[in-house]
Structure formats: structure tokens, C-alpha cells
């Protein structure tokens, strides 16, 4: 997939978390929203589209009412 992806940093780093921890694995026959779920939710992140693009982020950033006025939560990792 040729997706374009950013990672909300502020956000991680508020949770202890940095930009180098590696996430990765390999899933066949998945869907690419079953595949985020699974590999990010080890780590306590998740996903949300948002100026179409493929956020990480938190779960708690992800479900804040504050930040989440701009995500598409139809299709984002928190809602799952």
C-alpha cells in the first residue's frame, strides 16, 4: 500500500513513546485496518485518517474530545 502516514509525536511523547520503536510483522489475507489494529494495539497506539492521511497516534489522543474534532473516526483503529 502507498499510503501517506504521520506520526502524531507530540502525542507519543507525552505517552513515553518514541518515534523509534520499531513496529513491525507481516499478516496475509488481512484487511490493512486489521493489520494496524493488530500491530499497533501491542503498543498502545492506534490509527485515525485525518487531511487524508494515515495518523498514529494514541489511544488516548485518538478518543480525546479536544483532538479527535478532526479525525474521520468511521475508519480509525479506536473505534475498534
Not at 494496524?36 to 485515525?48: A, D, I, P, Y
Amino acid at each position: 500500500h502507498r499510503i501517506p502516514f504521520r506520526l502524531d509525536t507530540a502525542s507519543l511523547a507525552a505517552d513515553g513513546k518514541g518515534s523509534d520503536t520499531p513496529i513491525v510483522g507481516s499478516h496475509k489475507q488481512m484487511s490493512l485496518a486489521s493489520a494496524l489494529n493488530h500491530f499497533l494495539r501491542s503498543e498502545g497506539l492506534t490509527w485515525v485518517v485525518t487531511d487524508e492521511m494515515l495518523l498514529i497516534t494514541t489511544a488516548a489522543a485518538a478518543t480525546s474530545p479536544r483532538r479527535s474534532s478532526g479525525f474521520t473516526r468511521a475508519r480509525s483503529g479506536a473505534c475498534n
